[in-house]
């Protein structure tokens, strides 16, 4: 069974940071694109970051480069989202995605 759970949202300030993990289980992580994906009530998802390792190759979205950084350990089957500089436009609920599977969401919440 695949399971991806992710952890460490909060509510925090202005420029604050947070760090969000994603611990998985059931398929080959090392061989997986793993991604970040946020949504606003009422809006879209939105793409925030994918982590190719057997590429060794991250990308981010514009509205979060240079102020999250993903990264992975795989002998923790684990993804993790750096977020720095938080603002209330990041205000979300973010998932944890590797293809098809997803995990339950985790609310970060930025207040002003």
């Known amino acids: 069974e695949v399971q991806l759970v992710e952890s460490g949202g909060g509510l925090v300030q202005t420029g604050e940071s947070l760090k969000l993990s994603c611990v998985t289980s059931g398929f080959a992580f090392s061989d997986a694109a793993m991604s970040w994906v946020r949504q606003t009530p009422g809006k879209e998802l939105e793409w925030v970051a994918s982590t190719y390792e057997y590429l060794e190759t991250k990308f981010y979205a514009d509205s979060v480069r240079g102020r999250f950084t993903i990264s992975t350990d795989s002998a923790k089957n684990t993804v993790y989202l750096q977020m720095n500089g938080l603002k209330p436009g990041d205000t979300a609920v973010y998932y944890c995605?590797?293809?098809?599977?997803w995990g339950q969401g985790t609310q970060v919440t930025v207040s002003s």
């Open positions: 995605n590797a293809g098809a599977y």
